[in-house]
């Protein structure tokens, strides 16, 4: 069975730090991954998405792919509270189904 | 319309009745997904629709919910005689194509609570 495990968290960082968070997968086929933002009470929205080896950098966020490791991470540089929420990894593969994990909560205290 | 949209935002239904929840995906977009999430937990993925490609029901908990979509446009989940377990949040999310690459952009959502 296909899944992305996450850590719960919360993961709580001071305002200006570096958050890390981090996803493991278990379907090798596994092509695609994103990164989900999820807000309280409101549905996903993409933040980052990476295909191939190494680290994706898009303004505060970098994506980071390991597929010798299945490993996918994403850091959130000078981190603001607005950025207090769930992060949802999600891998696909050939199935073009994806799979979620649990999603790790973001706490960014001023 | 710009994005995804869902109806009802909210419902609220006695066990044992039927709900239909409905979903427009972004125009132009082939793929659609079905997913339910419960309180605290992650995205449940339930059916698939790509183009007029016969739709995959694998995640379907059970024969009580089905699923329904017109050529490219709305999608339609049933939920037949409800349970308290079927209460959560159903998202729909639509791409433009099922190639694994495509970002899924992600409805509003409908809560259902089942009393």
């Known amino acids: 069975q296909k899944e992305v495990e996450q850590n719960s968290g919360p993961l709580s960082v001071p305002e200006g730090a570096i958050a890390s968070l981090n996803c493991t997968y278990s379907?090798?086929?596994?092509?695609?991954f994103f990164w989900y933002r999820q807000y309280s009470g409101k549905s996903p929205e993409l933040i980052m998405f990476?295909?191939?080896?190494g680290d994706k950098e898009d303004g505060r966020f970098t994506a980071q792919l390991n597929k010798a490791s299945q490993y996918v991470s994403l850091l959130i540089r000078d981190s603001q509270p607005s950025d207090s929420a769930t992060y949802l990894c999600a891998a696909s593969g050939g199935s073009y189904i994806p799979t979620f994990g649990r999603g790790t909560s973001l706490i960014v205290h001023p | 319309g710009a994005g995804v949209s869902q109806s009802p935002s909210n419902k609220v239904t006695e066990k044992g009745k039927d709900v239909e929840l409905r979903c427009d995906p972004i125009?132009?977009?082939?793929?659609l997904y079905w997913y339910r999430q419960r309180l605290g937990q992650g995205l449940e993925f339930l059916i698939y629709?790509?183009?007029?490609?016969?739709?995959?029901k694998s995640g379907l908990p059970s024969d009580r919910f089905s699923a329904e979509r017109t050529g490219e446009s709305v999608s339609t989940l049933t939920i037949q005689r409800t349970q308290q377990e079927d209460s959560a949040v159903y998202l729909c999310a639509s791409s433009l194509a099922a190639l694994g690459r495509d970002t899924q952009y992600f409805g509003p959502g409908t809560r259902l609570t089942v009393l």
């Open positions: 990476i295909y191939s080896n």
């Open positions: 629709f790509q183009g007029n490609s016969a739709p995959d």
């Open positions: 379907d090798r086929g596994s092509q695609s």
């Open positions: 125009s132009g977009h082939t793929a």
